[in-house]
């Protein structure tokens, strides 16, 4: 099982970003997919959901308006359109799988079953 996040890099604010993670050695398309992110000194929290099949999304509220997520279950992917980028989006950005769906929020990241390496975002101001 491997999910291997790319995208990441250096921006400067307003810019934006795509993020990718490719899934592999599982099926994806029965999993709730998200995007997560930690900041230096900050506790990892889930920036963006998607149920399986491409139900319920959901967004925490300092991202919403900007940030889109979306996946290809025929490709086995998932990915993160980020706009309108501000310094503090700056973090590590991982995606994960699992079976909890989301309710309104991400799944916490204990519930999630699978994760990759992650990304690093960095916001110029």
């Known amino acids: 099982v491997q999910l291997q996040a790319s995208g990441g890099g250096l921006v400067q604010a307003g810019g934006s970003l795509r993020l990718s993670c490719a899934v592999s050695?599982?099926?994806?398309?029965?999993?709730?997919m998200g995007w997560f992110r930690q900041a230096p000194g900050k506790e990892r929290e889930g920036v963006s959901c998607?149920?399986?099949?491409?139900?319920?999304?959901s967004y925490i509220d300092s991202v919403k308006g900007r940030f889109t997520i979306s996946r290809d279950d025929a490709k086995n992917a998932v990915y993160l359109h980020m706009t309108s980028l501000k310094p503090e989006d700056t973090a590590v950005y991982y995606c994960?799988?699992?079976?909890?769906?989301?309710?309104?929020?991400?799944?916490?990241?204990?519930?999630?079953?699978?994760w990759g390496a992650g990304t690093q975002v960095t916001v110029s101001s």
């Open positions: 994960a799988a699992g079976w909890r769906r989301v309710v309104g929020d991400c799944p916490r990241p204990g519930d999630m079953d699978h």
């Open positions: 050695g599982f099926s994806l398309n029965a999993k709730t």
């Open positions: 998607v149920n399986s099949r491409g139900g319920t999304t």
